[in-house]
């Protein structure tokens, strides 16, 4: 396996770090009291909300690609600003996703300011746009592109070229034919790389 391989393979969540994210109704509605800048403090410190684990559940059920770093970063930001307006209501953990999802939007569309704005980017998606012989910015605007895909092109780039499973495991599990497993995931990778047809072998690998 290449160098460029090792750090595609690694840029998806293994299932163990998917588990769910800790409770977080009771004593963690305290960490939101104060005004922003309080409430700043207290969530650098340690990441208390489990923001990490909750971006990264969240870009992985929707098959985003980003800098889960940056997205985090951002995301905490966010909620130090909003929490003054936070009355219990909805749950602490739909409050939360939905400022995650705010900011992944913001990043979705190309609207985060982040970058511009001086933030560093992420080792992660250093590694990974090192795999793609990107540029990170320019693995940004070939995300936003990646983004605008059906759902089931991007579940085939991440199952096949990410995570490295065989067609064969995908087509057992959603009773789609091999040929258009492969053509979706030729078509999301084609957003990265430019790639023949045939560039894509049985295992969605790049040849």
Not at 184 to 206: D, M, Q, T, Y
Request: aromatic share 6%; proline share 6%.
């Amino acid at each position: 396996m290449t160098e460029s391989e090792t750090e595609l393979q690694g840029s998806s969540p293994s299932g163990s770090e998917q588990t769910a994210c800790p409770p977080s109704q009771g004593c963690s509605q305290e960490l939101l009291r104060g005004n922003p800048q309080v409430v700043l403090e207290r969530l650098t410190q340690g990441d208390p909300l489990g923001l990490a684990l909750r971006v990264r559940r969240y870009l992985y059920g929707r098959r985003f690609l980003m800098d889960e770093e940056r997205i985090v970063l951002a995301t905490t930001a966010l909620v130090a600003r909003n929490a003054p307006r936070y009355r219990g209501r909805p749950t602490l953990e739909r409050w939360l996703d939905r400022q995650i999802e705010s900011c992944a939007e913001a990043h979705r569309y190309g609207v985060d300011e982040s970058r511009s704005k001086g933030v560093p980017v992420g080792k992660h998606w250093a590694r990974l746009a090192r795999g793609f012989g990107l540029e990170p910015e320019a693995l940004d605007c070939a995300c936003r592109r990646f983004h605008g895909l059906p759902f089931e092109s991007r579940e085939a780039f991440f199952r096949l070229v990410l995570e490295r499973r065989s067609i064969e495991s995908l087509v057992y599990r959603g009773g789609r034919q091999a040929p258009e497993i492969a053509k979706e995931a030729r078509r999301a990778l084609s957003h990265f790389i430019h790639l023949k047809p045939n560039r894509v072998n049985r295992h969605g690998h790049g040849g």
